[in-house]
């Protein structure tokens, strides 16, 4: 006949031996992946900072500055995620918090448009004298001071054949007769380091 007690004992073993695995597991995997995002981080700022130092010498002088938009989905009113939002990952340049703080839907905005559309999109306030409905008042009131904007899209692995996981977004409280963003030549300019970005954050 066995005897409870080994049995109680060897169970009691076994279960403080997964119990413990898990968490070392689980600490060691969240700070994995805290040094990766950590690191992702350190890389965009340095390619954001770069962006706004080259564009001058590549394309041409202005006020500029940059960010990196995520895009992920939301579920809405507990309906599975259909349509994927804009957040803020990484910036370059003066921006307000409030600015920071919008989501923007896919087709929102001109970073909307360009994770939507798959294409670089831009924008210019002296061209577009309409509000852009798509926008909500507060982003329309955030976003009042910027005059052109570049978005273009960023793929995984910088793979075009993928759909895109974010934007790179130049903007500037200049016109587009200044900042050039309706250019081939800005618009190739952000797909290079869009590029680097979607290496990064793949």
């Known amino acids: 006949m066995r005897n409870p007690t080994l049995i109680f004992g060897a169970i009691t073993i076994v279960v403080a031996f997964i119990a413990s695995s898990f968490v070392s597991y689980t600490t060691q995997y969240q700070e994995t992946i805290r040094l990766r995002k950590d690191t992702q981080n350190s890389i965009l700022e340095i390619v954001l900072e770069q962006i706004v130092a080259n564009y001058p010498d590549e394309v041409t002088d202005c006020e500029l500055r940059a960010n990196v938009m995520i895009a992920d989905k939301r579920w809405v009113k507990n309906l599975p995620p259909r349509e994927k939002y804009l957040s803020f990952a990484s910036q370059c340049g003066d921006y307000f918090e409030a600015e920071l703080e919008q989501r923007y ?26 509000p852009d ?16 904007i570049l978005s273009v899209p960023i793929y995984p692995d910088n793979d075009q054949s993928r759909p895109p996981i974010g934007v790179l977004n130049l903007d500037s409280p200049k ?28």
Do not use: W
């Open 105 to 130: 839907a896919s087709s929102t905005g001109c970073a909307g448009q360009a994770l939507k559309e798959n294409n670089p999109t831009y924008y210019d306030s002296e061209k577009r004298k309409k």
């Open 175 to 202: 016109n587009i007769s200044n900042t050039k963003f309706d250019t081939g030549q800005a618009q190739t300019f952000a797909m290079k380091y869009a590029g680097i970005i979607g290496d990064v954050i793949s």
């Open 133 to 148: 409905h798509s926008l909500s008042s507060t982003q329309r009131e955030v976003t009042d001071h910027v005059n052109s």
